[in-house]
């Protein structure tokens, strides 16, 4: 499927979806509530077949954050980046993926230990590079300690 099938395909299925095609990628907003049940299809149509799950990762805008997800079908050769925002900086949660994607566990331990986003029904969600009692998560904008250098 072409960025422009893939978008007809995935708003049939999906209406609420946001998409911004201004990019090669399509980007599509999906609503946390509605993020697993997407990825899911995403996984297991066979007219989609993303099978590999490239890369995720958290941005952190001080008044939410955001995580993307891109994935790849490698069977069709078609792109898709997922961007979910998470409205509530103190309780940041979003479902796991690693059940679907297996290569989900390590990229979902790295976020949570740099930016402390916790995904339900992680298989082993614990910091990846930093110690148990490190404080707070060093990649979000409000993160501070003594080492740190003011611009």
Not at 19 to 48: C, G, H, P
Not at 54 to 74: E, I, N, P, Q
Request: charged share 30%; with cysteine; proline share 3%.
């Amino acid at each position: 499927m072409n960025k422009e099938e893939l978008k007809v395909f995935l708003a049939n299925q999906f209406p609420e979806l946001v998409f911004d095609e201004t990019q090669k990628i399509l980007f599509v907003q999906v609503d946390v509530l509605q993020f697993k049940t997407l990825m899911q299809e995403l996984r297991i149509n066979a007219e989609l077949n993303f099978d590999f799950l490239t890369c995720l990762t958290c941005v952190d805008w001080k008044d939410h954050f955001t995580m993307v997800y891109y994935l790849l079908s490698r069977n069709f050769k078609h792109e898709l980046q997922l961007k979910v925002k998470l409205p509530d900086r103190d309780n940041v949660v979003i479902e796991t993926v690693s059940d679907i994607w297996k290569t989900a566990e390590f990229h979902e331990r790295e976020v949570y230990d740099l930016f402390g986003v916790k995904f339900e029904n992680h298989p082993d969600l614990r910091r990846l590079f930093l110690d148990e009692n490190w404080p707070g998560y060093p990649l979000r904008k409000d993160y501070t300690d003594e080492n740190m250098i003011e611009l």
